[in-house]
């Protein structure tokens, strides 16, 4: 390999890197998983997964969920 192709080659791997940074930043994503489920990318190390009816009910109840959170936040830790 030629310096010009290791130059190019350097390059265009780091600009490949720089997108993929770019898109571990971008905040969260959603999948349709293998077995039809609903798959919710960028909390943690793994996706949250859950069936549609799951997500459906979570998101019916978000209101409770965020008046416990303002009730019990002096309790609660943040992930920093």
């Known amino acids: 390999m030629s310096e010009l192709e290791m130059k190019a080659e350097l ?3 780091r600009a490949e890197n720089a997108q993929l ?8 994503s959603l999948k ?19 069936y549609k009816e799951q997500w459906l009910r979570i998101l019916a109840s978000a209101p409770e969920i965020e008046t416990f ?12």
């Open 11 to 13: 390059e265009r791997l």
């Open 32 to 50: 349709v998983s293998e077995k039809g489920a609903v798959s919710l990318y960028g909390m943690g190390r793994f996706p949250v997964t859950l």
């Open 21 to 28: 940074k770019n898109k571990n930043t971008g905040g969260l």
């Open 69 to 80: 959170i303002r009730e019990n936040d002096a309790k609660l830790k943040t992930k920093e």
